[in-house]
């Protein structure tokens, strides 16, 4: 599952798994809540802080939703279709519910925050609506609802990072973790609705996220993912000590808990990742070469439509720079095809785009108007559906042929590669991640999960490199 998550973080469209605590052991004779999560690893990620809050409170965890008192559904805004799935979802709680008279649904996240009191007008049995900046306020609602009134908490926070609650890893692997280190989002794109989901932009304290990170590391964890719609802004200050730190700084200390502990991040803005980012990644081996940099379309004109404040020739500039300091970086993307008033020259722009950058992984959707966001105040959603899905169909087509090309140039190759679980194919092969996020099957051996091992690669499929454990004595040529 967090495989999944891992793989997909940006792809909150495609199916939201369902996790549930299983964290929790000691359950007995308390109320038992189950959660499940949809959207982006910044939700996943708030999840486990609420499954920290309601663990502090006294409840329990359950993974099997007909047996809670409390379900929680943490939710997505990001397209139409995340909306359908959640809704989906929901009648399945309405029948447990049913069953169960006592039962609370809550809805949290960026569906309770755009939607607000609105939700509990179109989905009667809900009992809970809370947005994402006030989680701390779940207990004091959750006797609100046993009262049998209706709950509602959306008040977004200039200033809520969570900084001091120790999440609660759900289905974890033990291996690898995400850690949140802001909230929010300044930049308003005119497609996107999480400025409005998840409010301004604040950064979390440097000293808990470092702190965070290391006692991950010393339970055993071997990589952490700092979080950020913008990770390249994120600045703490902390005026007492004078002291001003930058994503590059925060990444360096986080890199130095151990070159044991590997250091990822999503995501990037082009506009905004720094040469200084550049070179740390580029500093520290257990940084790890590869960069999430979502484009949205090649086409200058329409990236000043979506507001995304540079053009196709800065966004290139941004991609040789990284190129030219970090030459084996991976690099991946997020598309939309069919922003309003793209035309099929537009659309050219993006496919010839796709064909310069070779994106070792891109994220592609058709565009989804989503209510309240610039564009959809602004502009016309003016391209047929059918043209949309054929203008996303002609990029994955084309995106499919560098990723495959991508794989195949690194059969006969060596990696350094941190193992994370057993394969979900066969119990007697694990899997692991390169540095540039590719994931490599190997046969098992007595090789552990949190374990670095050096994996020559002899073959590939479009999403997997097939290799064989070397000793590390063996390890030339080498990758990382
Ligand atoms: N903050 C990141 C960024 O700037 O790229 C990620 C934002 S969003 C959580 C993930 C992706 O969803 C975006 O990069 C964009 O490609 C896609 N997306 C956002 N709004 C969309 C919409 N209205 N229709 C289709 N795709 C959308
Ligand atoms: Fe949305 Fe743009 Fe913020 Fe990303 S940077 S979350 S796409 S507004
Ligand atoms: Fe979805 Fe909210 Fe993340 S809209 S993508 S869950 S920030």
Not at 106 to 127: I, P
Not at 241 to 261: C, G, H, N, W, Y
Not at 275 to 296: F, G, S
Not at 457 to 470: D, K, P, Q, R, Y
Request: aromatic letters at 8%; one cysteine or more; proline letters at 3%.
């Amino acid at each position: 599952m967090l495989d999944f998550v891992k793989a997909k973080e940006h792809d909150e469209a495609r199916q939201g798994e369902a996790f549930a605590g299983n964290a929790l052991a000691d359950s007995q004779n308390k109320k038992l809540f189950y959660i499940e999560s949809y959207g982006c690893a910044m939700n996943f990620a708030d999840s486990e802080v609420v499954a920290s809050i309601l663990h502090e409170n006294g409840f329990g965890a359950t993974t099997d939703f007909t047996q809670a008192d409390l379900i929680f559904i943490n939710t997505c805004s990001i397209r139409e279709k995340a909306e359908q799935t959640v809704r989906r979802r929901l009648t399945e709680f309405r029948k447990a519910k049913k069953r169960n008279p006592g039962m609370l649904v809550g809805v949290l996240g960026c569906m309770a925050e755009r939607l607000k009191a609105q939700f509990l007008e179109e989905e009667k049995l809900v009992d809970l609506v809370v947005g994402p900046d006030a989680y701390r306020t779940l207990p004091g609602l959750i006797e609100e609802a046993e009262t049998g009134q209706k709950a509602v908490n959306v008040l977004l926070s200039r200033d809520e990072t969570y900084a001091d609650i120790s999440p609660i890893r759900l289905n974890s692997n033990g291996v690898t973790a995400f850690v949140s280190i802001m909230r929010g989002c300044n930049n308003m794109c005119s497609f996107c609705v999480v400025p409005f989901t998840r409010g301004r932009e604040r950064s979390r304290d440097a000293h808990s996220i470092i702190n965070e990170c290391k006692a991950l590391f010393d339970e055993g964890y071997r990589e952490v993912t700092l979080l950020g719609q913008n990770v390249d802004s994120y600045y703490w200050v902390d005026e007492q000590k004078d002291e001003r730190i930058t994503f590059a700084m925060l990444m360096e200390q986080v890199a130095l808990i151990s070159p044991l502990l590997r250091v990822r991040f999503s995501t990037s803005h082009p506009k905004d990742i720094t040469d200084e980012v550049l070179h740390t990644i580029a500093k520290y081996e257990n940084i790890c070469n590869y960069i999430h940099l979502p484009v949205q379309s090649g086409s200058s004109r329409i990236l000043q439509l979506m507001n995304r404040t540079y053009s196709r020739e800065w966004y290139i500039t941004k991609v040789n720079r990284i190129k030219e300091l970090i030459p084996d970086c991976g690099l991946s993307t997020d598309m939309i095809a069919g922003f309003c008033t793209e035309t099929e020259e537009d659309h050219q722009q993006s496919l010839s785009l796709l064909e310069y950058c070779k994106y070792d992984l891109a994220y592609m959707y058709f565009y989804s108007e989503r209510p309240g966001t610039l564009a959809a105040r602004r502009f016309e959603d003016d391209v047929p559906l059918d043209v949309k899905k054929r203008r996303l169909q002609e990029m994955i087509d084309l995106h499919r042929i560098h990723s495959l090309q991508s794989m195949q140039r690194d059969v006969g190759k060596t990696f350094k590669i941190l193992v994370e679980g057993s394969s979900k194919k066969n119990e007697d092969e694990l899997f692991g991640r390169t540095d540039q996020n590719k994931v490599v099957v190997f046969a098992k051996g007595n090789i552990k999960p949190g374990q670095y091992v050096y994996t020559k690669i002899n073959s590939c499929t479009a999403g997997t490199l097939i290799g064989e454990v070397i000793p590390a004595a063996d390890k030339r040529p080498i990758i990382n």
